[in-house]
């Protein structure tokens, strides 16, 4: 007689689910958390490091700083080796500079708003009144020659011809 595979809850199910070497570090702090629904704290972690130790702790990508806390906040100690805390040290640098990129990106586009909203009211003063305009503009590109060396010996051979 064929044996009949079991009938798994849900919980169960997620338990089975090892993940892969491809995993990344979310997948194994997910996956402990479920094996903790299923078989307690000592016996998630006994599962889990030998999981890990098959196919986690080779991948880069299964590492980072936030799931080194997590364990160690189960009991398990997953950063030993130089070359795993120089792993967790390259990322931590690359969560750090990941924030000043998405930063840098808003104020960019803050940066972008402001000088299209500027653009927007030289634009409808021009048109609105174009005498001032026109006597902005002549202020302006006098001080550009003045900020240029070449700007100043012109400037100055200008006012130096007799009138």
């Given at each position: 007689?064929?044996?009949?595979?079991?009938?798994?809850?849900?919980?169960?199910?997620?338990?089975?689910n090892?993940?892969?070497?491809?995993?990344?570090?979310?997948?194994?702090?997910?996956?402990?958390t479920?094996?903790?629904?299923?078989?307690?704290?000592?016996?998630?972690?006994?599962?889990?490091?030998?999981?890990?130790?098959?196919?986690?702790?080779?991948?880069?990508?299964?590492?980072?700083?936030?799931?080194?806390?997590?364990?160690?906040?189960?009991?398990?100690?997953?950063?030993?080796?130089?070359?795993?805390?120089?792993?967790?040290?390259?990322?931590?640098?690359?969560?750090?500079?990941?924030?000043?990129a998405?930063?840098?990106?808003?104020?960019?586009?803050?940066?972008?708003?402001?000088?299209?909203?500027?653009?927007?009211?030289?634009?409808?003063?021009?048109?609105?009144?174009?005498?001032?305009?026109?006597?902005?503009?002549?202020?302006?590109?006098?001080?550009?020659?003045?900020?240029?060396?070449?700007?100043?010996?012109?400037?100055?051979?200008?006012?130096?011809?007799?009138?």
């Amino acid at each position: 007689m064929p044996l009949k595979a079991p009938n798994l809850t849900r919980e169960q199910k997620l338990c089975a689910n090892v993940p892969n070497k491809f995993a990344n570090a979310t997948k194994w702090a997910q996956w402990h958390t479920d094996l903790k629904n299923c078989f307690g704290k000592e016996g998630a972690n006994s599962l889990w490091v030998q999981a890990w130790n098959a196919y986690g702790s080779s991948s880069p990508s299964a590492k980072n700083s936030n799931l080194v806390q997590y364990m160690s906040s189960q009991g398990v100690n997953i950063s030993d080796s130089l070359g795993d805390k120089a792993v967790l040290f390259g990322s931590g640098i690359s969560s750090f500079f990941g924030g000043y990129a998405k930063f840098g990106r808003a104020m960019t586009f803050l940066l972008a708003g402001g000088i299209s909203v500027a653009f927007l009211i030289l634009l409808y003063n021009i048109v609105a009144n174009p005498e001032k305009a026109k006597q902005s503009l002549g202020v302006i590109t006098e001080g550009a020659m003045l900020a240029t060396p070449q700007g100043r010996i012109a400037s100055g051979a200008t006012k130096a011809l007799p009138q």
